[in-house]
């Protein structure tokens, strides 16, 4: 949720009782669900192969 809320790609709700208001609100604005679906996919494809990247990196360190 830090990184996909502040770029609008999910929406973090406080309690179990907004939640339902919170889905609610998406299914009747499918325009709003359409593009946070898109960011949330985008964003997802910007760190493929993040945990590649970091286990090369801090493998020599570990096999030290």
């Given at each position: ?53 970091t ?10």
């Amino acid at each position: 949720s830090r990184t996909l809320c502040p770029r609008d790609a999910a929406i973090q709700v406080p309690n179990p009782a907004e939640l339902a208001g919170t889905i609610a609100g998406l299914l009747n604005d499918v325009p709003r669900a359409t593009a946070l679906g898109a960011k949330a996919g985008r964003l997802v494809a910007e760190n493929q192969g993040a945990l590649e990247s970091t286990l090369a990196l801090i493998t020599p360190w570990l096999e030290t």
